[in-house]
Nanobody, 117 residues
Framework: QVQLVESGGGLVQPGGSLRLSCAAS????????MGWYRQAPGKQRELVAR???????NYADSVKGRFTIARDNAKNTVYLQMNSLKPEDTAVYYC???????????WGQGTQVTVSS
């Protein structure tokens, strides 16, 4: 059974930082592209950051220079370090494991991030 379990969300003031974690089980983690997506109320889910099995990363323009994605294959975990948070970063953040070549993907349950003073 595949499980992706996110943690690390919460309430933070503007300018603050959070680190999200996503622990995966039931998959060969190292061969999956891992991504963080977010969905704000009334908006579509959007890509935040993604890291391929080989380590290549890409980011949404809105988070470049503020967020960093990283993976630890030994721990089957992907992280999202979020700095200089803004109110517009408020959303539910989801972890996704993706094998585009074979059409396989899995989602986590999401973790709420709220940026507010």
């Amino acid at each position: 059974q595949v499980q992706l379990v996110e943690s690390g969300g919460g309430l933070v003031q503007p300018g603050g930082s959070l680190r999200l974690s996503c622990a995966a089980s039931g998959i060969m983690f190292s061969i999956y592209t891992m991504g963080w997506y977010r969905q704000a109320p009334g908006k579509q889910r959007e890509l935040v950051a993604r890291i391929a099995s080989g380590g290549t990363t890409n980011y949404a323009d809105s988070v470049k220079g503020r967020f960093t994605i990283a993976r630890d294959n030994a721990k089957n975990t992907v992280y999202l370090q979020m700095n200089s948070l803004k109110p517009e970063d408020t959303a539910v953040y989801y972890c996704k494991a993706d094998r585009v070549a074979v059409g396989l993907y899995y989602w986590g349950q999401g973790t709420q991030v709220t940026v507010s003073s």
